[in-house]
């Protein structure tokens, strides 16, 4: 929070106008301020980021949270009150705001790290935080693992309930995927109308057996109760059950993946202290022991290799899983997104 003016303020002032001198407006600086999404991956970034950069550093920083409010950024932005200085942003959002003229561009000069970063994670107003994944997670009970999504279609041979999220993105793209149609064709596909009809008709087949889920714990606690045998998950609530149960697990056949970046808010006083942050989380190290807290894929290329001689099974961003998926297309979901849930939406309620 912003530091509060000292009392001397206004006696500084009414000297200043009783001299007629040119007093400059004082100006009160504020820790750097890092905003996630609050949860479990706050207690991640407080042990693997936040903690050790204080330590090896000595410049406080203060975390925050938000739940992707950006009406509160623009007003932060139009007012000059800025008192967010990094903000943790979805794919979606990082897009949304720098386009909106909302994110500092990122000098890149300043992230040591930045050849070590896989590509996508070089964006001109975000820093690449990690990669998170939607994967097949199915029940060990399960006399056989399915293999793929047209697994999750097989009611004959793998019976019972699916959970799957309440929401065009990522469900759309895992009917076409179902359905044969090749990962590199995917957007190209859903861009048609004819494209779209195909997806809805083969989710059709299996609607009935759909369990629908929106908070991502469900799913877990669904294939953990017996409720459903598969689920389209998180990546990272899979992995993380893994460690509670051994009554579950997943393949990485046709995940759809993508990152989460840290943006600047514009107009942040504290850019320098920010970008030696940024520089720091950047560092394989650091990704390493953030993905020891929360099994999400680290973006700098060396962690991820780090990560995956050992964890393969529950990293995103190892090389093997990235190879099987499909990135999301972000920016095929801001241009028809609205479109999209809201066709989503009458036919589910159908």
Known sequence: MPVMPPKTIRPLALLCSALLLPCAAPAFARDLTVVDYGGSGQQADRAAYVEP??????????????????????????????????????????????????LEKIDWSKITAKAE??????????????????????????????????????????????????????????ALLADGVPAADVYKVLATPEGQQRAFAKLDKIKPQIQWWE?????????????????AAYSGRVASA??????????WAGNIYVMDYWAMVKGSPNRDAAYRFLAYASQADRQVAYFREQPYGPVNTRAA??????????????????????????????????????????????
């Open 53 to 102: 950069y204080i330590k090896a550093t000595g410049s406080p920083v203060i975390l925050d949270a938000w739940d992707g409010e950006m009406a509160k950024v623009k007003a932060m932005v139009d007012t000059g009150n800025v008192s967010w200085d990094l903000v943790q942003m979805d794919a979606a959002e990082v897009q949304r705001a720098c386009d909106e003229g909302l």
């Open 117 to 174: 970063m896989m590509e996508a994670a070089v964006h001109p107003c975000g820093v690449g935080k990690f990669v998170w994944a939607t994967a097949l997670a199915y029940s060990k009970t399960l006399a056989q693992a399915p293999q793929s999504w047209a697994d999750f279609w097989n009611l004959e041979r793998f019976p019972g309930k699916r959970a799957m999220r309440k929401r065009a993105e990522a469900t759309l793209e895992i």
């Open 215 to 231: 908070a991502g714990a469900l799913p877990m606690q669904w294939l953990v109760a017996g409720d459903v045998v598969m689920a």
């Open 242 to 251: 893994k460690k509670e149960t051994s009554k579950v697990d997943m393949t």
């Open 305 to 350: 290799d780090e990560v995956a001689r050992d964890n393969a099974a529950d990293s995103p961003s190892a090389p093997a899983n990235l190879a099987q998926g499909l990135p999301l297309g972000v920016q095929f979901w801001i241009e028809h997104g609205e479109e999209l849930e809201e066709k989503f939406n009458a036919w589910a309620a159908r």
